[in-house]
């Protein structure tokens, strides 16, 4: 058996999707677990849409989910990715071979005669598909088309009717009908650029590609890259075509629908783990054999096995992804969560704060977050600015008499205690409710949560006076006591 060999050949034409991420996982797994490699390829050969702030965020984002490759161009001291925009000149010369050899031809059909093509079948009820009309110019029709100044582009000559079956990977045997591939494939546009189907089977033929694991998406593709590849005489690799993802409705993921969230970058500024994702993308449709959810990298390398990769679509689940996320941020150590929350932290005017108060804010909502990015609305309250009461929740319970009385009390009883420490504050509230006959819950913490954090809901209300300290738990009870005050008036 050869070394396996494979690749995640993305094109620069956007952010890195979570579907190619999926795919890029799925190789990177099966490469590792073979002891292989896994190579980056970016197919960048479409020129209008390729850019290459696509590139870098790919790049980042294979790299951030922890899905580096095994060779590629030194870009000082480590690897960049192939291209195939440095390959023009070779993706040609192999087509005009095929040329000579009589298994491809020049077609002179302009766009405009393409466009009629079209248009016939359509109103004949037909499907649209080349007709295959460039097979038959004689040369001397092919040199009056060059002397008008026709530039030619290249097809494959693809046997009619005919079956070509393979036995994939995931999907077991597959069998598709030469005749509904469209007609001849362009190989080379008339541009000279080469296109998808014929770059692609170059490149993994150059690059000793054995395995090509890919979305089901490209299921007719891969009918064409086989005839392709026996057009160039060399044997094609295995295939694997992994079910798409799609959302609650059976709908593919697209930024149309589902906006930035269909990108990794979104997850990784928002405070997603890496961990996380690369778990919840890896278990979406393959399961260990221990029937685990949660594992790690090095776990699913171990066990990773195309076979058991589900063959029907996985269905993306933002509650169960922030499920991952928020068991992998639990794990984490104190310290390194902090470093981690920090960039959210700092969007917040927390500097008359200490350190050890602002740790104490952080492991008062360490275990409830979803991602990292609810830190700064989770945390907000603690900004020294006045809080906003005017809301009819808010109002509708600061109003009530039992609220000005249990706020005035708090404020009354404090100066007697010297900490004021979580323990102290909760033995004060509740004495406060015993003594007066106040519900504890609702009628008893509700007024003095919204009092300091103009919430309804939130972290431990004791720990809260604690990080907040006197003065300013003072002040608050005062504001939302005025107000109280203004409304009666
Ligand atoms: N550039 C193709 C894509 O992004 C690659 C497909 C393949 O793996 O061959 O879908």
């Not at 077609?107 to 004949?124: D, F, G, H, W």
């Not at 109002?395 to 900490?419: R, Y």
Request: contains cysteine; proline residues 4%.
């Amino acid at each position: 058996m050869p070394q396996v060999r494979v690749r995640i050949a993305p094109s620069p034409t956007g952010s890195l999707h979570l579907g190619t991420a999926r795919t890029a996982l799925y190789n990177y797994l099966y490469a590792k677990h073979n002891n292989g490699k896994f190579v980056l390829r970016l197919e960048d050969t479409d020129e209008e849409r390729s850019q290459e702030a696509y590139t870098h965020d790919i790049i980042n984002h294979l790299k951030w989910l922890n899905l580096s490759w095994d060779e590629g161009p030194d870009i000082g001291g480590s690897y960049g990715p192939y291209c195939q925009t440095q390959k023009e000149e070779h993706y040609r010369r192999l087509a005009n071979e095929l040329v000579a050899q009589k298994k491809a031809y020049f077609c002179y059909a302009t766009p405009e005669e393409l466009t009629i093509l079209k248009e016939e079948q359509l109103k004949s009820g037909k499907a649209s598909r080349y007709d295959n009309r460039g097979r038959c110019v004689s040369e001397k029709e092919a040199k009056a088309y060059e002397a008008a100044g026709r530039i030619p582009c290249i097809r494959l000559i693809v046997d009619e009717p005919r079956v070509i079956t393979w036995d994939d990977l995931i999907k077991g045997t597959i069998a598709i009908n030469s005749l509904d591939l469209g007609g001849d494939p362009i190989l080379i546009k008339s541009s000279g650029m080469a296109v998808y189907n014929f770059a692609v089977v170059v490149d993994d033929i150059d690059m000793a590609i054995t395995h090509v694991i890919r979305g089901e998406d490209h299921i007719h593709n891969t009918a064409k890259q086989i005839l392709i590849y026996e057009a160039l005489g060399k044997t094609y690799p295995e295939f694997a075509h992994s079910a798409l993802i799609f959302d609650a409705e059976k709908q593919k993921l697209s930024k149309r629908k589902h906006g930035e969230f269909v990108h990794i970058s979104k997850y990784a500024s928002t405070g997603y783990l890496p961990e996380a994702l690369f778990n919840y993308l890896a278990q979406m449709s393959w399961t260990p054999s221990n029937g685990q959810e949660i594992f790690s990298q090095t776990e699913a390398i171990n066990d990773f096995d195309l076979n058991k990769v589900s063959k029907s679509p996985a269905i993306f689940d933002l509650t169960k992804l922030n499920w991952f996320n928020n068991h992998y941020l639990r794990q984490l150590d104190n310290e390194t969560f902090k470093v981690k929350a920090m960039p959210y932290l700092d969007l917040l005017d927390l500097n008359s704060y200490d350190s050890n108060e602002i740790h104490e804010m952080l492991t008062l909502v360490k275990d409830g977050l979803n991602n990292l990015s609810e830190i700064t609305q989770a945390l907000s309250f603690f900004e020294p600015k006045p809080l906003d009461y005017e809301k009819l929740e808010f109002m509708e319970i600061l109003n009530q008499d039992s609220a000005s009385k249990i706020l005035n009390l708090i404020l009354n009883n404090m100066a007697s205690f010297k900490n004021l420490d979580a323990k102290e504050t909760k033995a004060l509230i509740d004495s406060i409710g015993v003594t007066n006959g106040f519900k504890k819950g609702k009628e008893l913490y509700m007024p003095i949560r919204i009092a300091l954090t103009a919430r309804l809901h939130g972290p431990d209300l004791s720990r809260i006076f604690t990080i907040l300290k006197t003065q300013q738990v003072q002040t608050r009870i005062k504001n939302a006591l005025a107000l109280n005050l203004q409304t009666k008036s």
